[in-house]
Structure formats: C-alpha cells, structure tokens
C-alpha cells in the first residue's frame, strides 16, 4: 500500500513538474514567436520601402534631404542646357546677318561699278537741302574736311538711289564706310564729288532782294523738266520764282554768290540775262530781265548780294520782246561735266537759300 501510495505520490509530483516546464515553454515560444513575427513584418516593412523608394516619380515631394537636392541639380542642368543652346542660336543667328550684309554691299558695290554715272538722274538733283547746306557750310567757313565728308555722302547716296539700292535719304556708318573705302579709285563717285563741290561751294544768298525787313514774297515751284512749247518742245531747265504782284521794274535780282559775269545780253528764249561764273566753276543764269544794273559789262566781277538787274517779263521774240507770260524770275545752274555742259535742277537749292536767308 505504501509502496503504491509513494509511486502514487511520485508520479504526481513527476507530472506536476513536467506541466509547469511545458507551460513555461509554451509561454517562452509564444513570446518568441511574437517577436520573430514583429521583426519580420517590421524588416518587410522596411523593405517595402526601399523597394518602393526609386519607383516614386514625383519631384514635388520633400521626402528627404536626397530628393530635394536631386530636384535642384536636374533644374540646374536644364537652365544650364537652356542658355547653352540660346547662345548658340544667337551667335549663328549674328554670323548669318553679317554675311547676308557684307554680300549685299558687295553685291550693290558690283551693280555700282557696272552701271556706272546717269548724267541724267544726276541733274534731276535730288539731294535734299541739308546736304547742300552742309557742302555749303564747310566751303564757306573753309572747312575743306566737311567738305569732303559730306560731298562723298552725296556722291554715295546719289549711286545709291540711281540704282534703286537704297530707300530715304540715310546711310548708315557701315555702309558710308564700306563705299568710301570700295569707291576711292572709282572714277564716278570721284566726279560726283567735285560737281557737288563746285555747284554748291560759294552759293551765300537768296536771288532776290526781300527789302530791308525781309517782308517781301516770293513764291516758286519744281518746274524742273516742265513741257515749253515756244521754239519748239523743249522741257524747261531751272527754276521760276514769282513775285507778289506783276509787276516790271520793281523787284531787285542780286548775285546768289561771288563770280564773273561771263554773258550778259539778249537771248531770244531767255531775254535779258546774266550770267555769272563762281569761283569753284559753276555758271549761274539770271533771265528775262527787264533791265541791267548800270554799268554792269561782261567781265565784272560781283560779290553775293550785289544788284543785277529788275526782274521782268523779256524773251520768246527778237530782243526788246515783252509781255509773252507772267513777270518772274529764271534761275538756273550749269556745270561743265564729262559730257559738256549741262543744266541742274536748282529747286533744292532755291529752297536752302531762302530758308538760309
């Protein structure tokens, strides 16, 4: 019975140990468990992310200092790229501009050479007023460095226009430049020169005398190349200016600049006229006067201002012939030139020297 009693007693105690160990084992590998799990989905977790990390595309999101310096560096590299290529395109875009202007001058420079001087658009002189008060200016005040500069820009224009290569009355530096330099040894634009230097050089006065207070008037127009039909048909080379009333006898010529009268006497188309040579050569023409100043003879030697005659109404007939058209005034300008001597418009000039005097 003990014997029982102590296995008895034995097998229990045996059992209740063997309980407690497989409780508390089961309670050490529950937490373990707990734990490995908690660190693998943490460890998943984290691997989620990094896997996700390089797929995110936007660049809007701060998620890190990394990114928002990725997101600077790309902007910088496409304002980099950006002004590279824009700097490029402009210096082509120069270089193109330049090359299309220099074949232009060259190719005007050609059409120059090659067609030469029209003696014809030359006379229609249409050089506007300044250009004349420039050439002007200079000689007057001995300036012989305005004078040149400023002929020359004349003589250039004047090729310019004569063949349609230029539109208004500018050039531009470059081009003065580029043509001063082509057109030194160029016989035309030589010429040139010196018909403006000599048509405009000792020009000082107005034709007409205005009175002491300058209230007289005058009035004038471009008749330059005007039909005439008296002797046949003609056009008419210069400029007529007419007074406030028509009336013979009254109204003064003077010398427009210094000179020596050359002809003086009757023409049948003309009438009474004077002509007086200036200084640098060219020949101005007073017609259809009514009378001479006293005493005035071929040979004399006039100042600008100096009293001529009284403008008249004279011509279309046999000398003494009055009365045909309007009393007026013929002015006119000549110059000897490669072809011989040949008129010019005076318009231009007219218009400097009143607005001069």
Not at 116 to 127: E, I, P, Q, T, V
Not at 170 to 179: A, D, G, L, N, T
Not at 246 to 270: M, P
């Amino acid at each position: 019975m003990f014997n029982e009693s102590g296995d008895f007693m034995r097998d229990y105690f045996t059992k209740s140990r063997l309980h407690k160990i497989n409780v508390e084992n089961k309670r050490r590998i529950s937490k373990h468990s707990k734990n490995r799990q908690s660190s693998e989905k943490v460890t998943a977790n984290e691997i989620s992310k990094v896997r996700a990390f390089p797929a995110v595309p936007s660049l809007k999101k701060s998620n890190g200092n990394g990114l928002v310096k990725r997101e600077g560096t790309i902007l910088s590299i496409n304002k980099i790229w950006t002004l590279t290529i824009l700097i490029i395109v402009i210096i082509l875009l120069s270089r193109t501009v330049s090359f299309l202007n220099s074949y232009s001058l060259q190719k005007s420079y050609r059409t120059i050479v090659r067609n030469g001087l029209d003696y014809d658009y030359f006379r229609d002189m249409l050089l506007p007023e300044e250009i004349i008060g420039n050439i002007n200016n200079g000689s007057l005040k001995n300036n012989e460095q305005q004078v040149e500069r400023c002929s020359g820009y004349a003589a250039i224009l004047t090729l310019l226009k004569q063949n349609g290569l230029i539109r208004g009355e500018e050039i531009s530096v470059k081009k003065v430049s580029f043509f001063r330099d082509k057109l030194k040894d160029y016989t035309a634009f030589e010429e040139l020169k010196d018909y403006y230097k000599i048509l405009f050089a000792d020009l000082q006065v107005f034709p007409l005398d205005r009175g002491e207070d300058k209230g007289i008037k005058f009035t004038f127009g471009d008749t330059w190349s005007e039909l005439r039909n008296y002797g046949g048909n003609r056009r008419h080379e210069g400029t007529d200016i007419f007074p406030e009333e028509n009336l013979v006898g009254k109204y003064r010529v003077i010398s427009a600049s210094d000179g020596v009268v050359e002809r003086i006497g009757w023409l049948e188309k003309g009438g009474y006229r004077v002509g007086i040579r200036t200084p640098h050569g060219a020949y101005l023409y007073y017609a259809h006067l009514d009378s001479y100043a006293e005493e005035l003879k071929l040979g004399d030697s006039v100042k600008a201002g100096d009293f001529l005659g009284f403008m008249g109404d004279s011509g279309y007939g046999t000398e003494g012939t009055k009365g045909m058209f309007p009393v007026h005034l013929h002015f006119g300008m000549y110059i000897d030139a490669v072809p011989g001597e040949i008129s010019v418009n005076p318009y231009s000039t007219i218009c400097y020297l009143e607005t001069k005097q």
